[in-house]
């Protein structure tokens, strides 16, 4: 037996680490876990949505008259209704459940049926009569500039400008002009969309205390628990909000939704059960998904591959709505310096509207397509100094525990590890530039954060919170807000606590996501759950530890710090044979102390940047990736094939393996499917059709993502260098993996035929026109050609840790004095 | 039309059980299994035939029950993820799916299950290609669709030997 152990120092494992059956694999497996649809009860009524054919309009009247007529129906509603408006990012109130005055893109809800059925429902919402007078549209930033009016909301910095904002981090243009090379590059990275495979739904109902109940596959049931008793004007203590297991979410299901609020009102005023459930049409109109992004990387390097300073500069396209805007405006840039060294660093960012579905957090939040264009640039810049580069990369990774001149702490990093680890897997120094004609290898690496330093609404409360609840028949309760995605959470969770006690996890039952019983946890997004859930389960746990430890220890004759836990049983450290079974102990510690239970909960470290806006970025740490991908180039058609991906991934510490490689290999397909194929597009319908603005594929058959047949055999490597801030070491995994894919496969094509395709998707027919261009003698290049004379505001000026700053923001004349 | 249009009443044959139900007669297989029989393992991605998670198996070949009328599989043998356990025994493709990966959300997991159970019914040893190819119709979102192989061809191999 060892000696009683710190978490991190513990040496053997009884669960973390190895591969196990998931806590709700079983349910799954069966049918038998019930999503937000599969929720039926007694009088229940459905609900369907009335969306606007229109992509920016005043909405003159609206009579429901005939549909309120109509046999079945129960009810209908329209913005009256709904006065108050939502967002979920306070700065961004800008949504109604149901439009009032105006709507903004084709699909913003503008009415609601409740009646018997699904079919009469929509059999109503064509009998509703709504009148609308059309306005200009703005279909994308450079046009949202272009036309400050007619604005699509009255907030925001100016114009259709929503957000826009700037950072320098030293002098920028100085260190670029004494580089030996400024390499300037545009990249253009189209949007997509989550496309979970369940719809969204959700089932409204008032409980017999007289109290709302909302069952909704949501991601933050939390932050969406706020938004509800501030919409229906009602106190948060009579609403309940039970975030039902999730078909997966990937970030779509963090915005709260229409017809969430919808449901939930139409429960309230007709007492009844109101499901809804969207079609899958609707999702595409619900999205929140990838921001479609413009960037222009300017980047200055000495002769022998140093970066010396980086001018970022963003152009977000919003869609219709605030969302998560605001923050995804930051964190198109934010993240940027946590790879590389960097000296220097400038980043300007502005978020438009347009009239189009809002985009909101998408696996990576706004990091993929500036991870995109650095990481093909820096590819650029290997190629340009005759460098490899997997070794330029390896040449400069940001040192452990480091701060970025933006005043990020790194923290643990195993991105060298990564690095030499997939050069190794892909026999990248013997297959390089050896795979004959058509067939290439790229690299790229990046960078994610294990869940956001700040919460969304500004508070100094944990971010999240665990209670931990025994008894004597051995049983192990543990309640937690957060919410099950598919990720795993649950299993994270269980795992964790069964570790500390040293029970196996099948003695754990997890009560996740339910805001009237669980303590608050923020919500399944940054991937944040296992850091800050495994860490608030880790006090918990270690407190009642702590009780059970002190029973034990008068029966087993041995002081309370030399009692160990493992194997469903409970020992004294220095002698094997002077035991008792964990059931055992939980009964002395009740007899002693009372029932037991404990709290833990977690809010993460204050960031080192105290400047305004240094909030966005900070991470109790930070995993990293490393990927290479193969190609084969089809020179006649374009089409590019993908026979195999590498990719090694510093996680700190897979709790369990098998999910975690599934997170791996998951996170790569997302990646792989939006560098080749995902777009949410639109276009305009001809004149004599409105000239609405609409989405081009709202299906799963033309939204085009991978099949099995497309998706090529992916080795994973997980490097694990237990990270000091989190559960056993534990990073994320949720996230990181995709970031590295889409860069890594654009310079794969490069290495295979010799053109560059800046921009994602890269589509067989940008790939055919970098060829012709190649043919030709033009430069090889397909991707954006101009970046607009965008407005960015005078930056905030913040000296990096090395030349003298404090973190805080200071004058530009100050500096002269100190570099 | 009519708000409550007319029923049809029949005897469907579901995991070997006859369950007498009646529904209105536009319903699809897939809306009269969830919504009149209760059977809610099969789930629904679209309901427009495009990604396979409603996938159940009539007369033991994979079908898509959103683009079937119920009306149409009276006399046909139908089989659904609640009827591939026995008991509490799990078969062996849902306690591979279980346990090596191939269900994360578990949203796209019946449909995958009920295609690869009619796959190792008519070939107990497909190669990897088999199975990409025969799944090509389901989507998943979550997996990278790697552990889901891996759970089939853990599965076929616990079915060829009779252990696990």
Redesign the interface.
Same mark, same amino acid.
């Given at each position: 037996m060892n000696a009683p152990e710190k978490p991190l120092q513990k040496k053997r494992f009884d669960t973390i680490g190895k591969p196990r059956?998931?806590v709700?694999?079983?349910?799954?497996?069966?049918?038998?876990? %019930?999503?937000a649809?599969?929720l039926?009860l007694p009088r229940m009524l459905h609900c369907k949505l009335l969306r606007s054919p229109h992509p920016h309009a005043v909405i003159e009247s609206i009579d429901v008259a005939r549909a309120q007529a109509?046999?079945?129906v129960h009810l209908v509603l329209t913005g009256a209704e709904f006065p108050v408006p939502y967002g979920i990012m306070p700065v961004s109130q800008d949504e109604h459940a149901l439009a009032r005055e105006r709507v903004r893109f084709v699909g913003d809800p503008v009415a609601a049926v409740v009646?018997?059925d699904e079919?009469?429902a929509t059999?109503a919402l064509e009998l509703i009569e709504v009148k609308y007078r059309q306005l200009p549209t703005v279909a994308s930033p450079e046009e949202g500039l272009a036309n400050p009016e007619p604005r699509i909301h009255d907030y925001g910095e100016q114009g259709n400008i929503h957000r826009n904002q700037s950072y320098e981090f030293g002098d920028v243009e100085e260190a670029l002009a004494k580089s030996d090379h400024v390499f300037e590059d545009l990249f253009f990275y189209e949007g997509n969309t989550?496309?979970?495979?369940?719809?969204q739904a959700s089932l409204a109902s008032v409980e017999g205390d007289g109290k709302l109940l909302l069952s909704s596959s949501t991601q933050n049931p939390h932050y969406l628990h706020r938004q509800l008793a501030r919409v229906l004007q009602i106190p948060a203590a009579h609403i309940r909000v039970i975030a039902t297991?999730?078909?997966?979410g990937?970030g779509g299901k963090c915005d709260p939704g229409n017809h969430e609020f919808v449901v939930s009102k139409a429960a309230l005023m007709l007492g009844r059960p109101v499901k809804i459930c969207l079609? %899958?049409e609707e999702v595409f109109y619900q999205h929140r998904g990838r921001h479609p992004v413009l960037m222009k990387f300017r980047t200055g390097v000495t002769k022998d591959g140093r970066l010396t300073a980086m001018h970022l500069q963003t152009l977000l396209d919003g869609g219709a709505y605030g969302s998560h805007g605001p923050a995804s405006t930051f964190y198109t840039g934010v993240l940027t310096p946590v790879t590389y060294e960097l000296p220097r660093f400038k980043f300007e960012a502005c978020r438009v509207f347009t009239n189009k579905p809002a985009c909101g957090p998408k696996r990576g939040h706004g990091t993929p397509q500036p991870r995109f264009g650095q990481e093909v640039q820096l590819d650029k810049i290997a190629e340009k100094l005759g460098l490899d580069p997997a070794e330029l990369r390896l040449s400069m990774v940001t040192k452990p525990d480091s701060l970025t001149a933006s005043w990020l702490r790194v923290g643990s990093t195993g991105l060298a590890d990564c690095i030499r680890k997939v050069v190794e897997m892909s026999g990248w120094k013997e297959r390089r530039r050896k795979l004959g004609p058509g067939r290439g290898l790229g690299i790229a690496c990046s960078s994610y954060m294990c869940g956001a330093g700040v919460s969304i609404y500004w508070n100094k409360m944990p971010h999240s919170a665990v209670q931990l609840l025994l008894d004597r028949s051995g049983q192990v309760t543990v309640y937690c807000g957060a919410t099950e995605?598919?990720?795993?959470s649950d299993d994270v969770l269980a795992s964790i606590i069964a570790e500390s006690l040293g029970i196996d996890p099948g003695f754990v039952r997890c009560v996740t996501g339910d805001t009237g019983i669980t303590p608050i946890d923020l919500g399944s997004y940054s991937s944040r759950v296992t850091i800050m859930m495994g860490n608030a389960a880790l006090q918990a746990a270690g407190r009642v530890r702590e009780l059970l430890a002190a029973a034990a220890a008068e029966q087993l004759n041995t002081l309370p710090d030399r009692v160990v836990f493992s194997q469903d049983r409970v020992f004294a450290a220095e002698d094997p044979g002077k035991t008792m079974s964990f059931i055992e102990a939980v009964a002395l510690a009740e007899t002693k102390f009372g029932t037991i239970a404990a709290v833990g909960s977690y809010a993460p470290p204050k960031p080192p940047g105290r400047y305004k806006g240094a909030g966005v970025g900070p991470s109790p740490a930070y995993s990293f990736s490393a990927c290479v991908v193969e190609t084969e180039v089809d020179p006649h058609t374009g089409w590019v094939t993908v026979p195999k991906i590498w990719i090694a991934h510093d996680i700190g510490r897979a709790l369990n393996p098998?999910?975690a490689?599934?997170q791996v290999?998951?996170?790569?397909?997302?990646g792989l499917g939006e560098a080749l194929m995902e777009e949410q597009a639109f276009r305009r319908l001809p004149p004599k059709l409105s000239s609405a603005l609409v989405h081009r594929n709202p299906?799963?058959?033309d939204y085009k993502?991978?099949?099995?047949?497309d998706?090529p055999?992916?080795e994973v490597a997980l490097i694990e260098d237990p990270d000091p801030n989190c559960p056993y070491g534990a990073k994320e995994v949720g996230q990181g993996p995709l970031l590295p894919v889409m860069p890594a496969l654009a310079n794969a094509i490069y290495d295979a035929v010799g053109v560059r395709i800046d921009e994602v998707p890269i589509t067989p027919d940008k790939v055919l026109r970098a060829l012709e261009k190649k043919e030709k003698g033009e430069v090889p290049r397909v991707g954006p050609e101009s970046f607009p004379a965008v407005p960015y505001p005078a930056p905030t000026f913040v000296l990096p840790p090395w030349e003298g700053g404090d973190g805080n923001e200071t004058k530009r004349n100050d500096k002269t004095a100190v570099v | 039309m009519s708000a409550v249009p007319d029923r049809v009443h029949m005897t469907l044959r579901v995991n070997g059980e006859e369950l007498p139900v009646s529904f209105a007669p536009y319903k699809t297989l897939l809306e009269v299994l969830r919504e009149d029989l209760n059977l809610t393992g099969t789930k629904h991605g679209c309901e427009l035939g495009e990604c396979g998670a409603c996938a159940v198996l009539v007369d033991g070949e994979p079908l898509l029950s959103c683009l079937e009328l119920a009306v149409q599989c009276e006399g046909r043998e139908i089989q659904t993820i609640e009827g591939l356990a026995k008991g509490t025994e799990l078969h062996p493709l849902q306690a591979a799916f279980a346990d090596v990966g191939g269900s994360q959300c578990g949203y796209c997991t019946s449909g995958m299950v009920m295609t690869a159970k009619a796959l190792l019914d008519s070939e107990p040893a497909p190669s990897r290609e088999r199975i990409r190819e025969a799944l090509s119709g389901n989507l998943c979102r979550c997996t990278g669709y790697q552990q889901i192989w891996e759970s089939v061809e853990e599965a076929a191999r616990v079915l060829r030997d009779g252990k696990r």
């Open positions: 059956r998931r709700d694999g079983r349910a799954k497996a069966i049918g038998q876990l %019930r999503f649809d599969d039926v109509h046999r079945g009646a018997v079919q009469t059999e989550h496309l979970p495979m369940e719809q297991p999730n078909g997966g990937f079609t %899958r995605l598919g990720q795993g098998v999910l490689r599934g290999i998951g996170g790569v397909y997302m299906s799963m058959l993502s991978l099949t099995s047949l998706m055999e992916v | -």
